[in-house]
């Protein structure tokens, strides 16, 4: 089983810029992609960006320029991703999500998603 710790949402105000982290433990032997995802009030959750386990980015449309996701590579951290988020936008503002997809110790895939933390920019 493979449990994701997300933390660093919160309020800020536009223009501001926020960092969200996200902890993957567990019986990880491999990890091929970790996400951010976000889910607006009324709205579909979406893909905000994603780094592959060689670490090629991608990000949606709106987004791109502002953040940045990234991978701690340090030995004890390897499993943890961040999304750097600038010049933040009212229309950030939703529920932000980790997800993480590879394989288990016993080579089952899986793919596991955060509690969600909250992020709030006022205007």
């Known amino acids: 089983q493979v449990q994701l710790v997300e933390s660093g949402g919160g309020l800020v105000q536009a223009g501001g810029s926020l960092r969200l982290s996200c902890a993957a433990s567990?019986?990880?032997?491999?990890?091929?992609?970790m996400d951010w995802h976000r889910q607006a009030p009324g709205k579909q959750r979406e893909l905000v960006a994603r780094?592959?386990?060689?670490?090629?980015?991608?990000?949606?449309d709106s987004v791109k320029g502002r953040f940045t996701i990234s991978r701690d590579n340090a030995k004890n951290t390897k499993n943890t991703v961040y999304l750097q988020m600038n010049s933040l936008q009212v229309e950030d503002t939703a529920i932000y999500y980790c997800?993480?997809?590879?394989?288990?110790?016993?080579?089952?895939?899986?793919?596991?998603w955060g509690q969600g933390t909250q992020v709030t920019v006022s205007s």
């Open positions: 780094i592959f386990s060689g670490g090629t980015t991608t990000y949606t």
């Open positions: 997800n993480a997809d590879g394989l288990s110790v016993s080579l089952s895939p899986f793919n596991s």
């Open positions: 567990g019986n990880i032997f491999m990890l091929n992609t």
